[in-house]
């Protein structure tokens, strides 16, 4: 039970830091029309978050690992909801890049925070669907906050809509610090190898395993940026639809991430638990690269708004199938500094963020290459189907099943 609430709590989490996250995006219009910005202008703001998220990543692990995730995760939570509030009371470019800035500095913490609440209180072959199940919480939070932030927007406008957000990130960080402990009880403690008590940082930063899993995480978040900051926008402006219409097909998009969650989650550890251990990473992994690339030239041959929704949905599904893998397998390669580690390659996931963001209005104005944006992203998808055939883990190494 108490494993059980400590996974609902970080799937709240997860929803929380989603939805802060997408408000961005669901208010674009919104901002750009209030502030007299161009598409690039916008970019910057998406991606000034993506560079403070990527940059703060290994430090905000190394806190984790080093005061626990109990105290750690109640001060990124407070921190960052503080800023989506005071998102809402800038008025100029700078000042949103730089209000954007500390917000993604803020936001970094929370991931390898969890990776080490997982590492603390679950077994190995949980890992799978422990992260599954707090990243479906994220496409949650993301899919809901389009429809709920264009309803904010409608009734109290979109600087009072940000304020209105920070109320849940700091209701959930009192709860967190006064119910969470860093450590399970003695019963619940899952087994550890003397291996995984002992990882020198320097040793796995230097590793091929950890250079690899960088690599293709920064061509996930390529992708998955996407749906977070320039979908809904070009859904509106590529078709002509209404911001309510755009936002509708956005959450259908985004509630198919979040499937793609969990059943990346429960085919990698069920994976782990059977024969097929040494390939219990890489198998959901390679099939979610390939299914993204290929939804992603669905979406450049797309006429319709309908054939387009389908191809996002392809490409976000596929997407957001190599999470979870990425994630338990840098939990196998961290040990006892699976927040550093995890950190680490999450900080050049979202290198690909930021340049994902910039990358978009560039490659979208190029007339001789028709959705070159696209086109980029499924390469980088393939490659990193690539990437994923050579990765191998501490975590896979093939034993007896459990």
């Not at 390939?279 to 319709?304: K, N």
């Not at 680490?344 to 560039?362: D, K, R, T, Y």
Request: charged share 15%; with cysteine; hydrophobic share 55%.
């Amino acid at each position: 039970m108490k494993r059980f609430l400590v996974l609902l709590l970080l799937f709240i989490l997860s929803w929380i830091t989603y939805l802060d996250r997408a408000a961005i995006s669901s208010a674009k219009e919104a901002i750009a029309g209030d502030m007299k910005l161009d598409d690039q202008s916008i970019g910057f703001v998406f991606s000034s978050f993506a560079l403070g998220y990527a940059l703060a990543q290994v430090p905000s692990g190394w806190f984790a690992d080093r005061l626990g995730p109990r105290l750690a995760l109640t001060i990124v939570v407070t921190g960052w909801s503080i800023f989506t509030g005071i998102t809402g009371l800038v008025s100029t470019l700078f000042w949103m890049i730089v209000v954007r800035f500390i917000f993604g500095v803020a936001e970094a913490g929370a991931y390898p925070g969890s990776a080490r609440v997982f590492f603390n209180w679950f077994p190995t072959e949980q890992h799978g669907r422990a992260n599954g199940l707090i990243f479906a919480g994220s496409r949650l939070g993301m899919a809901f906050a389009f429809p709920l932030l264009a309803w904010l927007m409608k009734e109290f406008g979109w600087r009072n809509a940000f304020l209105i957000l920070t109320a849940p990130g700091i209701i959930w960080g009192m709860i967190w610090f006064a119910w969470f402990r860093d450590h399970p009880p003695a019963e619940l403690a899952p087994p550890r190898r003397p291996a995984e008590e002992q990882v020198a940082l320097g040793k796995v930063f230097r590793s091929r395993a950890m250079l690899l899993a960088m690599g293709q995480y920064f061509c996930s978040n390529f992708t998955n940026f996407l749906s977070l900051s320039w979908m809904n926008p070009y859904l509106i402006q590529q078709y002509n639809l209404p911001r309510e219409t755009a936002a509708w097909y956005t959450m259908m998009i985004l509630l198919i991430g979040a499937t793609s969650q969990s059943v990346a989650g429960v085919v990698t550890d069920a994976l782990y638990t059977s024969r097929w251990r040494p390939f219990s990473r890489r198998i959901p992994a390679v099939a979610g690269f390939t299914m993204s690339a290929i939804g992603l030239q669905a979406i450049r041959m797309a006429d319709q708004p309908v054939e387009a929704v389908l191809g996002f949905s392809l490409a976000v599904f596929g997407a957001e199938l190599t999470i979870s893998p990425s994630w338990a397998f840098c939990i196998d390669l961290g040990g006892n500094k699976s927040g550093a580690v995890t950190g680490a390659m999450n900080m050049i996931g979202n290198l690909g963020s930021f340049v994902s963001a910039n990358a978009f209005p560039f490659l979208q104005r190029i007339p001789s290459i028709s959705g070159a944006y696209f086109l980029a992203a499924a390469m980088l998808n393939l490659l990193a189907a690539l990437m994923w055939t050579q990765m191998r883990s501490r975590g896979e190494r093939r034993v007896n099943p459990v």
